[in-house]
């Protein structure tokens, strides 16, 4: 079995995702056809608590570990069956929350040669988002005009992606899983005050925007997950890829259905699996929380999951659709800073502006423009906590945000790109530096480099190179704008923040007027 980029690969090919989530372990064997269809092959899946050992532990047995290997030797032995040319395997909240992961992850490895990853909750976040605005759209033509707010509620941990016109501004994790509550407080201590006394705990309404609660354009409340498709499925079964809409009433009816049911009794008369059995109720209440304190007019189910979003981003061909939400976020989270947005935006244009001049000839990849995009709009966000000093302020706030779209490394290297906007160089005595690897050091380098020029041309915050031109003549690069201005501040600042540039390129900068006589 050969693990290949799948981009590389030209259909039809077979491919397989493997899903390590809290209680059960699932598998999917799929072809993509040439026109970037996919067709499922096969599904397994076998039952196993993890989520058990790390909500209570924090850990996972070697026990439920031996079991597992078992489990993924068999799924390996699948995708081999199949001559599959690229998996991936993944692993969720009860994993990712294990301090022992690591050791979980080398014993599979060793064992059954797969190699697991962490799907991160951004990770998940831009997946699941991609896929369900997609099906979405289809369904509800008007989507694209709405305010949304989705929520993934899983066994071990609830994503919640708030959109607005079909855009997502912000996403965010809580540890609020539908069978974590049975795990952590067992399953006859649960009620549903004890689940509304949980969620309150997590002060989520307060994160959310005011549209949400109040005002004139009512939300559509969206529920992804296992849980929820089977929840709704007492009143109407979703296919994997249908959209269903429910009037908040019939959410109620459902609710009433299932209120005085044991999870035994759900089993026997709905026919539904014993871990989501345990769940569906945890989740309705969710449901029911939300509806009561949010603007919600309607209710939206589509039939996705994190398997079938796996598999789309995988037959996804060109750009990603999602770059454009990971900008909308990044506005969002330096509006939640008070950021000046126009400086903002104006150093974030001329960033890009010499990034591009400079791509083709140093190397730079599209996924550094975007790192460079991100932190152009959110390195002076350290000035909500105080103006002195805030470059290491946006780094904590940048560090510490969550940013669905980008990897934690990529969220890591925003950060210290950020950090690196002013002030002192790269250090060996920073630690934000030191801990990096040498590729990430030497991008760090290039792209703070061009920020601090950026910063330096905005200085007076007067938009005054917003119709600059760039050349590259020999060893400098001339920075021309069409029309008279005094440049005096910004020739002060770019000698002293365009050492970095200098040192990483290997041009001088200048400043040019450009003339434009009759």
Same mark, same amino acid.
């Given at each position: 079995?050969?693990?290949?980029?799948?981009?590389?690969?030209?259909?039809?090919?077979?491919?397989?995702?493997?899903?390590?989530?809290?209680?059960?372990?699932?598998?999917?064997?799929?072809?993509?056809?040439?026109?970037?269809?996919?067709?499922?092959?096969?599904?397994? /899946?076998?039952?196993?608590?993890?989520?058990?050992?790390?909500?209570?532990?924090?850990?996972?047995?070697?026990?439920?570990?031996?079991?597992?290997?078992?489990?993924?030797?068999?799924?390996?032995?699948?995708?081999?069956?199949?001559?599959?040319?690229?998996?991936?395997?993944?692993?969720?909240?009860?994993?990712?929350?294990?301090?022992?992961?690591?050791?979980?992850?080398?014993?599979?490895?060793?064992?059954?040669?797969?190699?697991?990853?962490?799907?991160?909750?951004?990770?998940?976040?831009?997946?699941?988002?991609?896929?369900?605005?997609?099906?979405?759209?289809?369904?509800?033509?008007?989507?694209?005009?709405?305010?949304?707010?989705?929520?993934? *509620?899983?066994?071990? /941990?609830?994503?919640?992606?708030?959109?607005?016109?079909?855009?997502?501004?912000?996403?965010?994790?809580?540890?609020?899983?539908?069978?974590?509550?049975?795990?952590?407080?067992?399953?006859?201590?649960?009620?549903?005050?004890?689940?509304?006394?949980?969620?309150? /705990?997590?002060?989520?309404?307060?994160?959310?925007?005011?549209?949400?609660?109040?005002?004139?354009?009512?939300?559509?409340?969206?529920?992804?997950?296992?849980?929820?498709?089977?929840?709704?499925?007492?009143?109407?079964?979703?296919?994997?890829?249908?959209?269903?809409?429910?009037?908040?009433?019939?959410?109620?009816?459902?609710?009433?259905?299932?209120?005085?049911?044991?999870?035994?009794?759900?089993?026997?008369?709905?026919?539904?699996?014993?871990?989501?059995?345990?769940?569906?109720?945890?989740?309705?209440?969710?449901?029911?929380?939300?509806?009561?304190?949010?603007?919600?007019?309607?209710?939206?189910?589509?039939?996705?999951?994190?398997?079938?979003?796996?598999?789309?981003?995988?037959?996804?061909?060109?750009?990603?659709?999602?770059?454009?939400?990971?900008?909308?976020?990044?506005?969002?989270?330096?509006?939640?800073?008070?950021?000046?947005?126009?400086?903002?935006?104006?150093?974030?244009?001329?960033?890009?502006?010499?990034?591009?001049?400079?791509?083709?000839?140093?190397?730079?990849?599209?996924?550094?423009?975007?790192?460079?995009?991100?932190?152009?709009?959110?390195?002076?966000?350290?000035?909500?906590?105080?103006?002195?000093?805030?470059?290491?302020?946006?780094?904590?706030?940048?560090?510490?945000?969550?940013?669905?779209?980008?990897?934690?490394?990529?969220?890591?290297?925003?950060?210290?790109?950020?950090?690196?906007?002013?002030?002192?160089?790269?250090?060996?005595?920073?630690?934000?530096?030191?801990?990096?690897? /040498?590729?990430?050091?030497?991008?760090?380098?290039?792209?703070?480099? *061009?920020?601090?020029?950026?910063?330096?041309?905005?200085?007076?915050?007067?938009?005054?190179?917003?119709?600059?031109?760039?050349?590259?003549?020999?060893?400098?690069?001339?920075?021309?704008?069409?029309?008279?201005?005094?440049?005096?501040?910004?020739?002060?600042?770019?000698?002293?923040?365009?050492?970095?540039?200098?040192?990483?390129?290997?041009?001088?900068?200048?400043?040019?007027?450009?003339?434009?006589?009759?």
């Amino acid at each position: 079995m050969t693990i290949s980029s799948i981009q590389k690969l030209k259909p039809p090919f077979q491919a397989g995702i493997i899903d390590i989530g809290a209680h059960s372990v699932r598998l999917e064997v799929f072809q993509i056809d040439k026109q970037g269809n996919e067709e499922t092959l096969e599904r397994l /899946s076998q039952n196993l608590n993890l989520g058990y050992d790390v909500f209570r532990r924090g850990e996972i047995s070697s026990k439920n570990m031996n079991l597992l290997c078992v489990i993924l030797k068999e799924f390996a032995q699948k995708l081999d069956e199949y001559g599959v040319s690229y998996y991936r395997a993944v692993a969720t909240s009860a994993v990712r929350e294990a301090f022992n992961r690591d050791i979980l992850i080398n014993r599979v490895l060793v064992s059954t040669g797969l190699n697991v990853e962490i799907l991160e909750p951004s990770e998940e976040t831009r997946i699941l988002f991609t896929l369900m605005r997609q099906q979405v759209s289809k369904a509800v033509p008007d989507f694209h005009k709405m305010n949304a707010l989705a929520f993934a *509620i899983g066994s071990g /941990s609830m994503l919640i992606m708030f959109s607005e016109n079909g855009k997502l501004m912000f996403g965010e994790s809580a540890a609020l899983g539908t069978v974590r509550f049975f795990d952590e407080f067992g399953r006859y201590e649960l009620n549903p005050d004890k689940i509304i006394d949980l969620i309150d /705990s997590f002060d989520l309404k307060t994160r959310f925007p005011e549209s949400c609660t109040k005002g004139e354009k009512p939300l559509a409340l969206i529920g992804l997950g296992a849980s929820v498709r089977a929840l709704i499925g007492i009143k109407r079964k979703i296919t994997e890829m249908e959209v269903i809409r429910l009037e908040p009433s019939e959410l109620h009816e459902i609710m009433d259905r299932i209120y005085d049911l044991t999870p035994e009794e759900l089993v026997h008369k709905y026919h539904i699996p014993d871990v989501l059995a345990l769940s569906i109720k945890p989740c309705g209440h969710i449901l029911s929380y939300f509806l009561r304190n949010l603007n919600c007019s309607s209710l939206i189910f589509p039939g996705i999951s994190t398997r079938s979003a796996l598999i789309n981003d995988m037959a996804r061909t060109g750009r990603d659709p999602f770059e454009e939400d990971l900008v909308s976020v990044a506005h969002n989270i330096g509006l939640k800073y008070n950021y000046e947005a126009e400086h903002a935006e104006c150093v974030t244009a001329i960033s890009l502006k010499i990034f591009d001049k400079l791509q083709k000839s140093y190397g730079l990849s599209n996924r550094s423009r975007l790192l460079l995009q991100v932190a152009g709009l959110l390195h002076d966000i350290g000035r909500f906590v105080d103006t002195r000093k805030h470059h290491k302020h946006s780094y904590y706030l940048i560090s510490n945000a969550q940013i669905p779209g980008l990897t934690d490394r990529e969220q890591n290297l925003v950060a210290v790109i950020s950090r690196y906007h002013r002030k002192a160089l790269p250090r060996t005595s920073h630690l934000e530096y030191t801990s990096l690897n /040498s590729e990430d050091k030497v991008k760090v380098c290039k792209l703070a480099g *061009i920020l601090r020029v950026a910063d330096a041309l905005d200085r007076a915050h007067q938009d005054k190179f917003k119709n600059v031109k760039i050349e590259i003549s020999g060893n400098r690069m001339l920075l021309k704008i069409p029309v008279y201005e005094d440049l005096s501040i910004e020739s002060v600042y770019l000698k002293k923040k365009g050492d970095l540039f200098r040192d990483v390129f290997g041009l001088k900068i200048r400043l040019e007027e450009e003339l434009h006589r009759l």
